[in-house]
C-alpha cells in the first residue's frame, strides 16, 4: 500500500481536477489524504442556501468532509489560510491569505503531514494553478517546497491539456453544436492549463466518473444541479472529466505515465 497525499486551494477542487485518481488509488487499496489550504469563504453562494447562523466557511468545510469520503480519502486536513479571491482582487492582500503566506512558513505545515503520511505521492497544480487563480499559483509554490522538506520526490502538478480542449471544441463546432460565447474566440485557451507537449501523465479516471460527479454534489454550495458541471450531456462530462492530466518534473518528453502510483 502507498500513499496519495493531494493538496488543493480550496474545496472542490479536488474532484474537479483530481477525484478519479483519489478514487482510484483509494479502490487499489492505497491511503489517500486531502489537503485543502483554505476553506473557501470568498466563493459564491446563492441568497437564502445557508441555514440560520451558518457561515460559507462552515458549509464549505462540511461539503469538504462529505466529498472526501465519497472520492476516497480518510484524512482531511485544512492548513487555515484565508480564500484569496480571484487574482486582483482586495481579498488577495488581506491578512492571513493564503496567497500572502510566506511560502517556507505555508511548507513546512504540508511538509509536517507529508513526514507523518510518509507519502509516496504528491499531486499539486502547474506553476500557472491551472487557469491563474493565486491561491492556486501558491499551491505549486507551496507543494513543491513541501515535498523538497518532506523528501516526497514523485510530485505530480495536475493540469490540463489545452490542445485537447481546443480540439474538442473544434469538433463541436464542425457538427454545428451551439457553444456560444463559449466557442467565439478561443484565445482564451492560452490562459488553461498547459500544452499536450508539457504533459507527463495521462490518467483515464472513466471508470470512476459517478464517484466524480457525486463528489461534485457535495459541493452544492458551489456546483449547482444546473451549472456547467452537472447540467452537460454524459458525453461531454466524459470529455471534460474522464482524463485527469498532469506533469512530472524530470519525466518526458512526451506522455510517459499513465498511473500516479505505479510500482509502489
Known amino acids: 500500500m502507498a500513499t496519495l497525499v493531494t493538496f488543493h486551494a480550496h474545496p472542490d477542487d479536488e474532484c474537479i481536477t483530481v477525484g478519479g485518481v483519489m478514487r482510484k488509488a483509494y479502490e487499489e487499496g492505497h491511503r489517500v489524504v486531502l489537503v ?48 484569496s479571491g480571484m487574482m486582483g482582487e482586495p481579498e488577495n492582500d488581506a491578512e492571513g491569505s493564503f496567497w500572502t503566506a510566506p511560502v517556507e512558513e ?28 493565486p491561491d492556486h499559483i501558491q499551491v505549486h509554490r507551496v507543494g513543491m517546497r513541501a515535498a523538497e522538506l518532506a523528501g516526497t520526490e514523485r510530485v505530480y502538478q495536475a493540469t490540463q491539456n489545452r490542445d485537447e480542449i481546443r480540439r474538442g471544441i473544434e469538433a463541436a463546432q464542425a457538427e454545428g453544436a451551439d457553444l456560444g460565447d463559449f466557442g467565439e ?10 500544452p499536450e507537449a508539457e504533459l507527463t501523465a495521462k490518467v483515464d479516471v472513466t471508470a470512476y466518473l459517478e464517484h466524480k460527479r457525486q463528489a461534485m454534489r457535495a459541493h452544492a454550495s458551489q456546483i449547482a444541479e444546473d451549472s456547467w458541471f452537472l447540467a452537460q450531456s454524459e458525453e461531454a462530462f466524459r470529455f ?16 510517459t505515465e499513465k498511473d500516479l502510483l505505479a510500482g509502489l
Do not use: M
Open 185 to 194: 474566440d478561443l484565445e482564451f485557451l492560452s490562459t488553461i492549463g498547459k
Open 36 to 83: 485543502v489550504a483554505t476553506q473557501g469563504e470568498h466563493g459564491e453562494v446563492q441568497e437564502g442556501f445557508l441555514t440560520e447562523g451558518e457561515t460559507l466557511r462552515e458549509r464549505r468545510i462540511a461539503e469538504t468532509h462529505a466529498a472526501a469520503g465519497i472520492l476516497g480519502a480518510q484524512r482531511v486536513e485544512f492548513l487555515g489560510y484565508t480564500d
Open 106 to 133: 505555508a511548507a513546512e505545515k504540508l511538509a509536517a503531514i507529508l513526514r507523518e503520511e510518509n507519502a509516496d505521492v504528491l499531486t499539486i497544480y502547474d506553476d500557472n494553478g491551472g487557469y491563474g487563480h
Open 240 to 255: 471534460q472529466f474522464g482524463t485527469e492530466w498532469f506533469i512530472r518534473a524530470g519525466h518526458g518528453p512526451g506522455i
